[in-house]
């Protein structure tokens, strides 16, 4: 692969710098601030006791997400949401829904409910990358309370879970792409991966011309490479836990 650096100086296949703090919020069940280059994400877990009506007695918990940016998050101010959340916010904190169930036994979290709030503080793309992997975090966090409390008795989680977005650009297959990478890209692609580097979810999107199999496949590569990092860094915030 060819070594030259992109516009902020890194690798082809290099991620941004990344921090995970996890316990950044003294009154949800867990949380985490993640931090990925200028993308900056406030994840909360909230337990709450109860699922969907459409789970009632089936024996199944419910884990589910909420994501929304600031107001000023980016280079202008986007109007708050208020009553109705708008369609690009509701693919992503379904998503995010999505990419945390598959790695939960949601019959040992018995009858009650986990949110994931995802809240953007600052955005220079892969945000909804950056808010899976805080807030798989927050839900370990959660669900060691929970454990705390004795009001769960088996193994709830049963993965790790990381996101990273890759594409071409320039020509080459780029991982972790920032805002001006993302918007010029050719191809934009989001990745979601186990810890055992099984596959949740792929959103991939030719912006130009059409990609072959083989750039497919390279992207895919650096997708999984750099979710082994993430989720390195995720076990090193939990820690002992």
Known sequence: MNQAVRIDGRRFDELRPVTIERGVNKYAEGSALISVGDTRVLCTASVEPGVPQF??????????GE???????????????????????????????????AIVNRRHLGDR??????????????TRCAAITGAFVALCEAVKFLERERSIWEKVLLDHVAAVSVGIVNGEPCLDLNYYEDSSAHVDMNVVMTGKGAFVELQGTSEQAPFQRQELDSMLELAQRGIEKLVAMQKQALGAM
């Open 113 to 126: 409910t986990i949110w994931l709030d995802c809240d953007v503080l600052q955005a220079d793309g892969g």
């Open 55 to 64: 789970l009632r007695d089936s024996g199944l918990g419910w884990v589910t």
């Open 67 to 101: 994501y929304a940016m600031l107001p000023r998050a980016g280079n202008t101010r986007k109007v708050r949401e208020r009553g109705r959340t708008d369609g690009r916010s509701l693919e992503i904190q379904r998503l995010i829904g999505r990419s945390l169930r």
